[in-house]
């Protein structure tokens, strides 16, 4: 089992910036990969950055790139998501993933909110 639990999120004016934290604990050294998804009021969950948990290879949402940043931190097993140059599309509840290759395991934490003002 692996537990995640964001923080971070919160309310911030168009054009602005926030880091989202994700502390996973647990069979930690059985992740493959942690990412960050996202869920806006009315619109299905979608996928917005990830990161591979040994060799740090980034993926993002065409949405996102260059504005967003993944990062990780194996020594205290934490996921980053640096926001920059934030925007009213943004706003949504985002969710950290942990996935377990050997066991087609999907982890998920309770989600921050984010909400950017226009």
């Known amino acids: 089992q692996v537990q995640l639990v964001e923080s971070g999120g919160g309310l911030v004016q168009a054009g602005g910036s926030l880091r989202l934290s994700c502390a996973a604990s647990?069979?930690?050294?059985?992740?493959?990969?942690m990412g960050w998804y996202r869920r806006a009021p009315g619109k299905e969950r979608e996928f917005v950055a990830a990161?591979?948990?040994?060799?740090?290879?980034?993926y993002y949402a065409d949405s996102v790139k260059g504005r967003f940043t993944v990062s990780r931190d194996n020594a205290k097993n934490t996921l980053y998501l640096q926001m920059n140059s934030l925007e009213p599309e943004d706003t949504a509840i985002y969710y950290c993933n942990g996935r377990v290759l050997s066991s087609a395991a999907d982890y998920w934490g309770q989600g921050t909110q984010v909400t950017v003002s226009s």
């Open positions: 990161i591979t948990w040994s060799g740090g290879s980034t």
């Open positions: 647990g069979r930690t050294l059985s992740i493959f990969s």
